[in-house]
């Protein structure tokens, strides 16, 4: 018993209880899983502690990654910042069904991230405040097919590092996803894909990635066939509807990205039909803006969040009370 005590992962955060912890932050925590037509999800809440939240924000985590680890800092920061925020683990990722590491249709995952979202905001507590969208990296991508797919239904949105255009390197070859499709699918779930080292390339702090390698619930393994044919679909689908962009949104990027291309942002800032959009780059950061970066740049990068969903629920809440 001894043993397997010792060898349970420990929470990021150390040896304190977590419900302690969440206090600790401000913040009044619950889990739980939602049933969708596609699957069970498993679910998190950050609400603040002492206070009636002013808006909500609904959170989606990348590739490989789920939502009770080291993301749940940009849902606790929002939750500080006086906003009840929501984030559920992707099918196919964390406690949440499916295989793991398996992205097997990225519109259904949309579709039942957002299914959980929409029954958050349309709810009796909920319903009415200002409600924003977060994703970073794929989730960003995901993001912009939850707007796709509900345009009318989101205040805004922020981006970090999202999921548009693949660099050269990171691409998924060509030549294997043709050979492996003659398999009629039977290779779908085969984790055989060069892995490129993302999360290495993704991380600039060597002490964050240390932490972010300990998620005990993060994917490991090489990607699954069928996962990189739906990101190179996502990719193309994206820059084939940019202007469907309509949403209020802020992107942000580092301008050293090696795992999505920076220049993804600039192309969505540009295309978006949007008439309220706003660009981030900061200089010399890699791809994961919040949890793998110095201080400095997680700090600027979440003061520039702040501000940004801060002035919105702002207008927003001022005009409604004219």
């Known amino acids: 018993m001894a043993e397997a005590q010792a060898e349970k992962p420990v929470n990021f955060w150390g040896d304190l209880p977590e419900e302690e912890y969440y206090k600790s932050q401000g913040v009044k925590h619950s889990a739980g899983y939602f049933k969708t037509p596609n699957g069970q999800i498993f679910t998190n809440s950050f609400l603040p502690l002492d206070a009636k939240p002013k808006g909500i924000v609904c959170l989606t985590h990348g590739y490989g990654g789920d939502t009770s680890w080291m993301f749940q800092i940009i849902a606790i920061n929002y939750a500080q910042w006086g906003y009840a925020a929501f984030a559920a683990d992707l099918l196919g990722h964390g406690r949440s069904d499916g295989i793991h590491g398996y992205v097997w249709n990225v519109h259904k995952l949309a579709e039942t991230a957002l299914s959980y979202f929409q029954s958050v905001r349309d709810s009796e507590e909920y319903k009415g405040l200002p409600a924003f969208l977060f994703g970073e990296s794929m989730g960003g991508a995901l993001t912009l097919l939850m707007h796709f797919q509900d345009p009318q239904g989101w205040d805004g949105a922020m981006l970090t590092a999202?999921?548009?255009?693949?660099?050269?390197?990171?691409?998924?070859?060509?030549?294997?996803?043709?050979?492996?499709?003659?398999?009629?699918?039977?290779?779908?779930?085969?984790?055989?894909?060069?892995?490129?080292?993302?999360?290495?390339?993704?991380?600039?702090?060597?002490?964050?990635?240390?932490?972010?390698?300990?998620?005990?619930?993060?994917?490991?393994?090489?990607?699954?066939?069928?996962?990189?044919?739906?990101?190179?679909?996502?990719?193309?689908?994206?820059?084939?509807?940019?202007?469907?962009?309509?949403?209020?949104?802020?992107?942000?990027?580092?301008?050293?990205?090696?795992?999505?291309?920076?220049?993804?942002?600039?192309?969505?800032?540009?295309?978006?039909?949007?008439?309220?959009?706003?660009?981030?780059?900061?200089?010399?950061?890699?791809?994961?803006?919040?949890?793998?970066?110095?201080?400095?740049?997680?700090?600027?990068?979440?003061?520039?969040?702040?501000?940004?969903?801060?002035?919105?629920?702002?207008?927003?809440?001022?005009?409604?009370?004219?």
């Open 162 to 322: 999202p999921l548009i255009i693949m660099p050269e390197a990171m691409k998924p070859s060509w030549v294997l996803l043709t050979a492996y499709s003659f398999l009629l699918g039977f290779a779908d779930t085969w984790a055989v894909m060069p892995e490129n080292n993302i999360v290495r390339k993704a991380i600039r702090d060597p002490a964050k990635g240390k932490v972010i390698g300990g998620n005990p619930k993060r994917y490991t393994g090489k990607p699954r066939v069928g996962t990189m044919r739906e990101l190179r679909g996502l990719t193309i689908y994206l820059q084939q509807n940019l202007e469907k962009v309509t949403i209020p949104f802020l992107v942000m990027h580092g301008t050293d990205d090696v795992v999505t291309d920076p220049q993804s942002s600039q192309v969505l800032f540009d295309k978006a039909s949007s008439k309220d959009k706003s660009l981030k780059f900061y200089e010399g950061a890699y791809h994961s803006l919040i949890q793998g970066e110095p201080d400095e740049t997680k700090n600027a990068v979440l003061r520039d969040m702040r501000e940004w969903v801060d002035q919105r629920t702002e207008n927003i809440l001022n005009s409604r009370s004219v």
